[in-house]
């Protein structure tokens, strides 16, 4: 009996051996493959010119592209994803993010579409903060607050930029160095932001910063889904998960109160699927504040282990979004102001609530709110902070 257990157990040793090395080879192959692909010009980034800024410097396309058929398209002004391409349930692949075709559209009065957001993402009460005794005072962009870095944040900003591929796959490597005192926020901050498309249908964003005085980081994405691939349409049938289990209540600036509140039994509560129209309409006090959603959430992951934050599930045509990250936080934005003022690229127009965000960072207003994790970042130290985006279809 002992015996016939140990051939058993030796037999399936061996199978799992044979399975892991098989495992490993197709990973070998792949990562062959790719290079093949890139060798003979099928290039994983592409690269071409976007438009001009009005001082006459080049903004650059870069097209990052794996061997599925996804393309993702961003621009070296603010770091912005123009065009994101992901499959349906029949494998075609459509462009999901709100954007414009042409720079110029993106200089007038843009929600920040696929925009990289800095210094601070989100805002800060007053436009005000200290640090070690010293207030500084930044731009009041949002009614009485500041908003998304001031009135020339890292998404208005022309950055640097470096293509290559990794083994992980086609990668973009954006720096942008802050100036001390760039819109009112203390030390020159050394920004490093790395998108990397992988063969899994991920986009990857690992963000860096390093700083020669004590200041305030917080990095986020600002891309806008509607994963219908049909702008002219609604997100409201779109299924949202938030893997949170409370939030932040806001004041009527939309700055957080500072009271962490539990989401069971409120429309906040998207711990299980839920259509985002279910309850966005609700009478509810703070659902009328965001004028739908507009409201951080605050993730079961708090210990900065990268983690399942959110998904975003289309049901018609089985496209599915799902976040990870190492964030606290995440802003889920209903494109509430959204009004059909812009033109889309598809020649509509951008209508109420026709993108959903998914912004992962730390609390709105930490460095006034000292309960939240600290956003601080001292000379020395490396901000960084990393976000996934996957696609799939079920
Ligand atoms: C963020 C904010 C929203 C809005 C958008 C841009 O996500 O939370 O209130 O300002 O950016 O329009």
Redesign the pocket.
């Known amino acids: 009996m002992r015996t016939i257990q140990a051939s058993f157990l030796y037999f399936v040793f061996l199978a799992a051996l044979l399975h892991l090395g098989c495992k490993e080879n197709k990973k070998e192959n792949q990562s062959e493959n790719q290079m093949v692909k890139t060798e003979s010009g099928k290039s994983h980034v592409g690269k071409s010119t976007f438009g001009e800024m009005p001082n006459g410097e080049q903004v650059d396309k870069y097209t990052l592209s794996n061997e599925n058929g996804m393309e993702v398209d961003v621009i070296t002004y603010g770091g912005i994803i123009t065009r994101w391409t992901a499959p349906d349930k029949n494998g075609n692949y459509q462009d999901v993010v709100l954007g414009f075709n042409d720079l110029e559209s993106y200089f007038g009065d843009v ?2 579409f696929g925009a990289l957001v800095g210094r601070y993402g ?1 805002r800060i009460a007053k436009g005000q903060f200290s640090l070690d005794g010293e207030t500084y005072t930044l731009a009041k962009n ?1 009614g009485p607050n500041h ?2 870095g001031g009135n020339k944040g890292f998404d208005k900003v022309v950055w640097n930029a470096e293509a290559e591929n990794t083994d992980d796959g086609a990668s973009l490597v954006l720096t942008y160095t802050s100036a001390d005192g760039e819109e009112g926020y203390p030390g020159k901050l050394d920004v490093k932001v790395t998108y990397t498309l992988t063969g899994d249908d991920q986009l990857d964003i690992h963000y860096e910063a390093v700083t020669d005085k004590p200041t305030v980081v917080n990095l986020t994405q ?1 891309s806008y889904f509607n994963l219908s691939g049909d702008f002219s349409q609604d997100i409201l049938d779109h299924e949202v998960t938030l893997n949170a289990p409370a939030y932040l209540p806001v004041d009527a600036g ?1 700055i957080p109160t500072g009271e962490l509140r539990p989401v069971e039994g409120t429309p906040f509560d998207f711990t299980e699927p839920k259509a985002v129209g279910k309850e966005i309409n609700a009478d509810n006090e703070q659902i009328k504040r965001g004028g739908g959603y ?1 409201h951080c959430w605050v993730l079961d992951e708090t210990n900065g282990d990268f983690g399942l934050a959110a998904s975003a599930y289309h049901p018609e045509t089985g496209r599915l979004l799902e976040v990870y990250t190492d964030e606290p936080a995440i ?1 889920f ?1 209903t494109g509430n ?1 959204l009004n059909g003022a812009l033109v889309s690229k598809t020649g509509g127009t951008y209508g109420k609530r026709s993108g959903l ?1 998914l ?1 992962t960072q730390h609390y709105p207003d930490s460095p006034n709110q000292e309960a939240f994790p600290s956003t601080r970042l001292n000379p020395g130290e490396t901000y960084s902070s990393r976000t996934s985006f996957k696609f799939s279809t079920k």
């Open positions: 929600p920040y989100n949002n908003l998304h600002h939309l507009d802003q934005y102001f965000c912004e």
